[in-house]
Nanobody, 123 residues
Framework: QVQLVESGGGLVQAGGSLRLSCAAS????????MGWFRQAPGKDRRFVAC????????DYADSVEGRFTISRDNARNTVYLQMNNLKPEDTAVYYC????????????????WGQGTRVTVSS
């Protein structure tokens, strides 16, 4: 069992930056692929980025490639999402998730989810 708690969301102007954190409980954090998803108002939850268990492999949605960076610190049981050059279309609730599969983009492949942290980007 893994419990996930996101933090770091907030209100930022377009062009600004935020860093989201996701703290995990449990001793098996390092065995999970970790992902970030987001859900904008009225839209489905969508893949943002994921990182393999050892950080050796990452994957990004096209919409955030080059602006967002996912990383993890297994010693701290934490995964991060550095978001730069934010745009109004990045406004959403951001969720972290843990998967026992390899790097995947499908939300159905993730076993555990956090409660989400809201990011609002003003124009």
């Amino acid at each position: 069992q893994v419990q996930l708690v996101e933090s770091g969301g907030g209100l930022v102007q377009a062009g600004g930056s935020l860093r989201l954190s996701c703290a995990a409980s449990g001793r098996t954090f390092s065995s999970y692929t970790m992902g970030w998803f987001r859900q904008a108002p009225g839209k489905d939850r969508r893949f943002v980025a994921c990182i393999s268990w050892n950080g050796g492999s990452t994957d990004y949605a096209d919409s955030v490639e080059g602006r967002f960076t996912i990383s993890r610190d297994n010693a701290r049981n934490t995964v991060y999402l550095q978001m730069n050059n934010l745009k109004p279309e990045d406004t959403a609730v951001y969720y972290c998730a843990a998967s026992t599969y390899g790097s995947i983009r499908f939300s159905t492949g993730y076993d555990y989810w956090g409660q989400g942290t809201r990011v609002t980007v003003s124009s």
